[in-house]
């Protein structure tokens, strides 16, 4: 089991910066693949990014490529989700989930925990 919680989400301007942060227990964090996910309002929930238990491998959704970085700190049991240039289409509650799967990564369905969601907004 695993449980988790985010952190770091609030009202930003565009063009401006947040970074979220997602607390895991458990000692076996090291070995899930961490992904992030967003839902907007009256939208299905979307991948934002993934990365592997290592950390040597990360993928990003192409609405966020080059402006968000996904990271994790092993002995802390937290990955982080560092987001620049924000837009009011970022808008959204995130979620972080754990995954032990080694394929289909920016499936919603390939993740087995999932926590409670922060908010984010962006305004114009």
């Known amino acids: 089991q695993v449980q988790l919680v985010e952190s770091g989400g609030g009202l930003v301007q565009a063009g401006g910066s947040l970074r979220l942060s997602c607390a895991a227990s458990?000692?076996?964090?090291?070995?899930?693949?961490m992904g992030w996910f967003r839902q907007a309002p009256g939208k299905e929930r979307e991948f934002v990014a993934f990365?592997?238990?290592?950390?040597?491998?990360?993928y990003y959704a192409d609405s966020v490529r080059g402006r968000f970085t996904i990271s994790r700190d092993n002995a802390k049991n937290t990955v982080y989700l560092q987001m620049n240039s924000l837009k009011p289409e970022d808008t959204a509650v995130y979620f972080c989930?754990?995954?032990?799967?080694?394929?289909?990564?920016?499936?919603?369905?390939?993740?087995?925990?999932w926590g409670q969601g922060t908010q984010v907004t962006v305004s114009s």
């Open positions: 989930a754990a995954s032990t799967r080694g394929n289909g990564r920016t499936r919603v369905d390939s993740y087995d925990y």
């Open positions: 458990g000692r076996t964090f090291s070995s899930y693949t």
């Open positions: 990365i592997s238990w290592s950390g040597g491998l990360t």
